[in-house]
């Protein structure tokens, strides 16, 4: 292993960055709905306030495998999301990882299932129409996230993620990271496609029975969502060329404009049924998408 | 270690989440309860959220009378609320019964069911005072943080 793994792991844009960033993106997320709504908002340490009043709390206590597992599914998903902001590209030029991008889709994935087997684990009926509402959403979803990838892959000609990484005036790369974009709302589970927790509908949807410690990694997990999913498309609209520190004021600013724009989104809008959803991912933003993946195949074909 | 205490503390001040139970309210402190929420008083900027299960929640804030059908359900939610928990009993029916008094329905007042922490008379009582309530019932919480004796919940 050597010094630079170690530095993207645990430093920049691992844990030292991510976990303060994900308190930070949810505040950001919190505040402009609450500005949206002339609300004046919860101060800026509210995210680590909840965090460490969780952490403080005495859980009910569970036998057996349950409370393994119960436990093990928002370890998962914060370790998956700790990986996978690690290997994002923002240094160009072979520093830290020089992973795949398929490698990213996976780890990206992760809270997704975890979040689907929690609910199918506690037991309660919440958190099981929240599983299905999820894991419906995801299957939605997720087609047009892999066609954005494969679009942007094809135009880069790899699926190394140094190589998707920086901006390319290509229009195939362009409308890959727009449909990123138009993803991230699912993935995050937010307005308009927050279906999966709807508060007035199912309580919290698969956390309804998760109290204490582990409430809070679900909650730092969701934070690292936002960093890693948010990070992903600002690595790839980044200029190439320039300092490294350049690219990590960048990549940060990036990221909080993303933030911005998609809280934004989330407080204008309100929450789309289930088959509203499937209907808008697989029936328009899934047209688009194959069509960009066939255009910049064959354009990469003929060329 | 001190230094950690004091920043339980301070994040069970500052991050009070309260859960809503009606038992047999008239709606009319409930209304009071979601009007805190609204943008005129926004109770968020003080960190109060509204949860939707109680397993996420520190402050119970009961209104109603407590008939008799929801004197179980008071019990399980009591219980399903980790410890360190606070209870605000919101209005004068929590506390005295009100006009429900000596109703052959009404099994109140609460406290003598579950130990209640702060009282918010009134009928209903004023957004203000709802807010303030809440606010007093978190400083009850985090100065006594968890009991010695607290044990978990027992499993289903």
């Known amino acids: 292993m050597n010094a630079s793994l170690l530095i993207h792991f645990l430093l920049f844009p691992g844990l030292l960055f991510a976990v303060p960033a994900s308190w930070f993106y949810v505040w950001v997320e919190r505040k402009s709905i609450a500005r949206m709504q002339r609300r004046i908002g919860p101060p800026l340490l509210q995210p680590f306030y909840d965090f460490v009043k969780l952490l403080g709390k005495r859980t009910p206590s569970r036998h057996g495998i349950e409370a393994v597992l119960l436990r093990l599914w928002p370890a998962m998903s914060v370790l998956s999301m700790v990986g996978a902001i690690a290997l994002l590209p923002v240094f160009p030029g072979g520093r830290g990882f020089t992973g795949d991008a398929v490698v990213l889709v996976t780890l990206l994935e992760v809270p997704s299932i975890c979040f689907i087997l929690a609910g199918f684990t506690s037991g309660s009926i919440f958190g099981e129409i929240g599983a299905i509402r999820e894991a419906v959403l995801n299957v939605a979803c997720n087609a047009v996230f892999l066609l954005s990838i494969v679009t942007i892959a094809v135009t880069a000609n790899t699926f190394q993620l140094s190589g998707i990484a920086g901006v390319s005036w290509n229009p195939g790369h362009w409308i890959g990271v727009f449909g990123i974009l138009l993803c991230i709302p699912a993935k995050l589970r937010f307005n308009p496609f927050s279906t999966a927790n709807a508060e007035q509908e199912i309580y919290s949807g698969p956390l309804t029975e998760y109290a204490g410690a582990a409430l809070a990694m679900w909650e730092l997990s969701h934070g690292l969502e936002w960093v890693a999913l948010t990070g992903f498309v600002a690595t790839m609209v980044v200029p190439a060329g320039g300092a490294w520190w350049l690219h990590a004021i960048l990549f940060v600013a990036i990221s909080f404009v993303e933030v911005l724009l998609l809280s934004t989104f989330a407080a204008a809008t309100g929450r789309f049924t289930l088959e509203q959803s499937i209907r808008f991912y697989w029936r328009w933003a899934a047209i688009l998408a194959v069509l960009a993946v066939a255009t910049t195949a064959y354009v990469r074909f003929l060329s | ?156």
């Open chain 2, 1 to 156: 270690m001190n230094l950690l205490k004091r920043l339980m503390h301070r994040s069970r001040l500052k991050s009070p989440s309260i859960f809503h139970l009606n038992t047999g309210s008239c709606n009319g402190c409930d209304i009071e309860l979601v009007t805190c929420l609204s943008p005129r008083y926004d109770v968020e900027q003080l960190g109060i959220h509204l949860e939707g299960s109680p397993r996420h929640a520190d402050i119970l804030c009961v209104t109603g009378p407590v008939t008799r059908n929801t004197l179980e359900a008071v019990k399980t939610i009591y219980s399903q609320v980790c410890e360190p928990k606070a209870v605000v009993a919101l209005g004068s029916c929590p506390g005295s019964c009100n006009v429900f008094a000596g109703s052959p329905v009404i099994v109140g007042p609460l406290s003598k069911y579950i130990p209640v922490d702060v009282y918010v008379p009134g009928c209903p009582p004023h957004p203000d005072a709802i807010v303030a309530g809440i606010q007093r019932a978190a400083q009850i919480l985090a100065d006594r943080g968890v009991p010695e004796n607290a044990k978990g919940e027992p499993q289903r």
